[in-house]
Every structure is written in structure tokens, then in C-alpha cells.
């Protein structure tokens, strides 16, 4: 089993900048990528940012130049920075991991909102 901590959302201004941390723990292993999806009232739930184990990236394109995933091996941590945060990125963010073997875990999630 693998659990998946998020922390950092909060309420910020538009313009402002926000760091998301998700911190997997249990049986890490053959992982083949971590995300970040989001969902906002009413709208479906979208991939955000996503990077495999080999270190590729994938992002939105309403977030490519804004948003910046990384991760810390040693920590078992993936960060979503986000910069230039805009009044349409509110959502709650969930972290996700997926493994070789295609079973995936999610995150509880945590609320980012900003404010106009």
C-alpha cells in the first residue's frame, strides 16, 4: 500500500506563488510516474503536471511557464511550484502516483485558492 501526503495549498493573490509538497510513504516501488491533478467546481479533473521516473515532464498547457514539477528521490517528495498563480487555477490539487504494474494511489488533497 502507498500513502500520499499533500501539503502547502492555501489562499494567495493573484500573481502570487505557491509550493505544494506530496510526500509518498509504504511500498515504494517500481513507480512509473507522480502528478499533480486538479479539480474545480463543476469541471472535471485535469492533469496538472506529471514526472515519470526517468525524470520526464508533463504539463498543462494552460500551466507550461508558470507551473514547475519536481521531485527528491531520497525523500520520496514531489513538488508542484507555482508561480504567477492565476484566479482559474483554484482547485483542489490531489497528488497521484502510478506504479509499473498499473495500480495508482491519490492524495487526500489540498485546497488552493486565488483570490482576484
Known amino acids: 500500500q ?4 499533500e501539503s502547502g495549498g492555501g489562499l494567495v493573490q493573484a500573481g502570487g506563488s505557491l509550493r505544494l509538497s506530496c510526500a509518498a510513504s509504504g511500498s515504494i516501488f517500481s513507480i512509473n510516474a507522480m502528478g ?3 479539480q474545480a467546481p463543476g469541471k ?3 492533469l496538472v503536471a506529471s ?17 514547475t514539477i519536481s521531485r527528491a528521490n531520497a525523500k520520496n517528495t514531489v513538488y508542484l511550484q507555482m508561480n504567477s498563480l492565476k484566479p482559474e487555477d483554484t482547485a483542489v490539487y490531489r497528488c497521484h502516483l502510478d506504479r509499473l504494474s498499473g495500480n495508482d494511489y491519490w492524495g487526500q488533497g489540498t485546497q488552493v485558492t486565488v483570490s482576484s
Open 2 to 5: 502507498v500513502q500520499l501526503v
Open 51 to 67: 514526472i515519470t521516473s526517468s525524470g520526464s515532464t508533463n504539463y498543462a498547457s494552460s500551466v507550461k511557464g508558470r507551473f
Open 44 to 46: 472535471q479533473r485535469e
Open 36 to 38: 499533480w491533478y486538479r
